[in-house]
C-alpha cells in the first residue's frame, strides 16, 4: 500500500492538519489526524488535491479498515506507535 501524506497548513492545531490517504482495492481512505476523522472517499482520488476537495466538499463515508487506519495514522503522525486521538 502506498500512503502519500501531506499538511493542509490549516492551523486547526499547532501542527496543522495532517492528512495521510492511500487507495486499496479502488477505494481512497484518508485520515485527518487532527480533527480525527477517518473515512473512505466516494470515489477513487489520485492527488492530495483530489482528496482535499473531496474530503472539504463532504464526499466520503466509508469506513476505514482498522488495519488501513493504523497505517494511516502512523504515516500522518511520522509516530510509528501513534493511536487513534483518544485512545491510550
Known sequence: MKIETFNTGRRY???GQ???WAT???VTYFVDYDRSIYAGLNHEATTNAE???AYDAGD???MVPVDI???LIRAATGDPDAKPKGFA
Request: hydrophobic share 40%.
Open 24 to 26: 486499496v482495492d479502488g
Open 51 to 53: 482528496v482535499l476537495a
Open 18 to 20: 495532517r492528512i495521510a
Open 13 to 15: 492545531t499547532a501542527e
Open 60 to 62: 466520503y463515508g466509508e
Open 69 to 71: 487506519e493504523r497505517e
